[in-house]
Structure formats: C-alpha cells, structure tokens
C-alpha cells in the first residue's frame, strides 16, 4: 500500500500549493500571472534532481508535438486556475476538477474511441449531485437554484472550464509519457510552460504592474514540486488511474483548508458536496472505458 501513501501526499501537496496561491492573491503580494509563471519556475529546482536517479529517456517520434500543444494548453489553464482561486472561495472552485473524468466521458469516445459503462455513468450522476450539494442551502429559492448559484460564480465557471481543458490534456500528457518518461515529461512540460510565461511577467514588471513575494512564490512552487514528485513516485507503483483518482481528494481538503484558514462559509453542505463528487470519481476510475 505504499502507493495509497504517495497518493495521498500528492493530494495534501496539492491543496497545500492551492492555499498558498491563495494567500499570496488574497495578500495582493502577486498578480494571477506571477502565480501561473511561479508555479512551473519554482517546481524546476525541486523535479530537476531527481532526474539524476532516472536519467533523461529516449525520446518518441510524438513527444515534441505533444509538449507543444501540451506546454500551450497547460499555460491557458494555469492562468485561468489563478484567477479563479483569486476571485472564489477555495471550497466552491477546488471541486470542479472532480468534474474531469466526467468531461473524459465525453471526449475520450471523440479521441480515442472509449465508452463509459454503467458505472461510469453512476459516477456522472454522483458528481452532478454532489455539485448540487455545493450550493443545497440555495434550494428555498427553487429547485435548481444550487446550479445556477454555482454557475453564476464566476470563479466555479473558470475552474469547470479548467476542468474541461484537463479531460483533453490527459490524452495529450499519455501520448506525452508514452513518448518520453512520467518524471521527464513533468520536468519538460514545466519547463516550456514557464519560458512562454516568462515574456509575459517580465513586461508586467516593468509596467509595475505586479510585485513579487519571493518566499510566498517558492512555497507555491515548493508543493508544486512536492506534487509532482509524489505523483510520479505513486504512479510507478500502481495504476494512473488510482493515484488520480485518490489526488482528487485534494478537494475535501481545499473546503476544509477554505473554511479553517479563509474563513469561508456553508462548510458543511460544501464538505458533503465534495464527498458526493469523489465518490462519483472512485466509480468512473473503478469503471474504466471499454
């Protein structure tokens, strides 16, 4: 069961580089933009080492396509991430990633051919029901007053459409590790993510625009890094699709970080929502297309 340890690490990593983006926006130490750069910039001191235990692989015919589209599409995802943590609670954005494998059952039949079965589709009710969870005390105003609440956030909007990029991404990141090596296509994607970024921060700068807290940068790209190792370390153990499904409980732990250090309300109705979703996730990644 070491695997489940890994897994569980990545997910409390992940919720603790989700709190700290949030304190460095919430603070205005940093600009949404400095965050989506931070993240994959301050993540290489920690990942590149550990290339000297697994070394640089050899390199498919389809890596290079796939680190140009993956590396442009992480961007625009990483910039939206931010801005949703910057403008929402953490316990009604963090949530929505469960709706990836959700999204994976609409567009992985239109990639690659796969169709969920009964328990795929169990678990896209299960997460449609616990995102009503999220908002259930908005039900005296109407039945689906829950999903509009939740829609009208702008904040929860961002993360679903964040959450849609992702179920294409997976495809672009397996063709990635099939074409290279789990840790080197993280290191690789990073890498290219944080040059596009750089241009971008540095105009910023200049206009002072932005500032910059270096410590609360380095423990974003600290946990992002911790992520991504104990990731990978979990990966090599046991199926993806486990260690996926066990890092989405990052979302239980974003309410709870949400409503203790935030002071962010409705933790109840929100801590039952997201327990709803994850359910709804074991059941797809239990479940696998066929």
Not at 240 to 268: C, L, P, Q
Request: net charge positive.
């Amino acid at each position: 069961m070491l695997w489940l340890i890994f897994a569980l690490l990545t997910a409390l990593f992940e919720s603790l580089k989700d709190v700290f983006s949030k304190k460095c926006l919430s603070e205005s130490e940093s600009d949404e933009y400095v965050l989506a750069w931070a993240l994959p910039a301050f993540a290489l001191p920690f990942l590149l080492p550990a290339l000297l235990f697994t070394g640089i692989p050899a390199l498919g015919t389809r890596f290079w396509l796939a680190l140009f589209s993956g590396s442009t599409l992480y961007v625009v995802t990483l910039i939206m991430y931010m801005r949703a943590i910057k403008i929402s609670e953490l316990s009604i954005t963090v949530p929505m990633l469960t709706f990836t494998p959700l999204f994976m059952l609409v567009t992985s039949p239109l990639m690659v051919g796969e169709f969920p079965n009964v328990g795929g589709i169990i678990g896209i009710l299960m997460i449609v029901a616990g995102s009503y969870l999220l908002n259930v005390s908005e039900k005296v105003h109407g039945y689906f007053a829950p999903f509009k609440a939740l829609v009208s956030d702008k904040g929860a909007r961002l993360m679903l459409l964040v959450a849609f990029i992702w179920s294409i991404t997976s495809n672009i990141d397996k063709i990635g590790l099939l074409n290279s090596s789990p840790l080197f296509w993280v290191i690789a994607v990073d890498s290219v993510a944080a040059l596009l970024l750089s241009p971008l921060v540095i105009a910023m700068a200049r206009k002072e625009r932005i500032s910059m807290n270096g410590q609360g940068l380095l423990k974003v790209g600290l946990f992002g890094g911790l992520t991504s190792i104990s990731q990978m370390t979990a990966i090599s153990l046991t199926l993806v699709a486990y260690v996926i499904a066990v890092k989405r409980t990052s979302a239980i732990m974003g309410v709870i970080f949400g409503y203790s250090i935030f002071k962010e309300s409705r933790i109840k109705e929100r801590l039952c929502g997201v327990i709803v979703m994850i359910m709804g996730v074991l059941f797809i990644t239990l479940n696998p297309l066929h």
